[in-house]
């Protein structure tokens, strides 16, 4: 931590939008913060447009761009260089950490990719290529627990196809298999979903919230 610059009130927050992405950490649950620009920190993160922390681990963080997948095994004071492992390819949307070994790599209009040995290698998640079938981009979640994978979001296109475009599926088996829980979902117009203790709460854009009990 660099204390000549952390941050003790919002007058001292770096002016992001004026000088790029800054990556931002507390030790102290929002207390203070320390910060420093990610182009300083790794270059070829300076277009990341999300950070995920390893649950199950007290030090490694990740960064996702478009195109790189990096890691941070010191809490985000370096970073490796983007990954080339065996199967990462695409334009990647999220990631979600299940635990050391255990990720999933959503991507855009493609099916998602899971990794069970740290990263060392990645594969395609067959049990959910009908999603995909004809390019949706789906968004997902983790269950608090980690146990429960679920992908939601909306196709498009599928007005067009006289089709229904909303989906929100399942999976218990760390993506082996997926349940369709969609059931009598009206929306056409999802947003994101989070997951609060085992009950999965699904934003939609202008038509309420909706909730699933027991879900994760």
Not at 192 to 216: C, N, Q, S
Request: net charge negative; aromatic share 10%.
């Amino acid at each position: 931590v660099d204390d000549s610059r952390e941050v003790t009130n919002r007058t001292n927050v770096p002016p992001l939008i004026s000088r790029g992405l800054y990556l931002m950490i507390s030790a102290d649950f929002g207390g203070n913060w320390s910060w420093k620009p990610m182009a300083d920190l790794a270059p070829w993160l300076a277009d990341a447009m999300s950070i995920t922390v390893d649950p199950t681990s007290a030090t490694d963080v990740f960064a996702l761009s478009p195109r790189c997948l990096a890691r941070s095994t010191d809490a985000g004071d370096s970073w490796s260089n983007c990954s080339t492992a065996p199967g990462l390819t695409g334009a990647f949307s999220k990631l979600l950490i299940k635990d050391s070994n255990t990720m999933f790599l959503l991507r855009k209009g493609a099916v998602p990719l899971r990794t069970q040995d740290a990263g060392a290698s990645w594969a395609l998640l067959p049990a959910a290529a009908n999603l995909f079938a004809f390019g949706a981009t789906m968004d997902g979640v983790l269950s608090w627990s980690g146990d429960t994978l679920v992908l939601q979001g909306v196709d498009l296109g599928a007005i067009g196809r006289q089709q229904y475009g909303t989906a929100l599926w399942k999976s218990a088996d760390d993506g082996e298999t997926f349940i369709d829980e969609t059931a009598d979902l009206v929306t056409i117009s999802p947003g994101p979903a989070v997951f609060y203790e085992d009950d999965l709460y699904w934003v939609t854009h202008g038509e309420g919230i909706v909730v699933k009990r027991g879900f994760g």
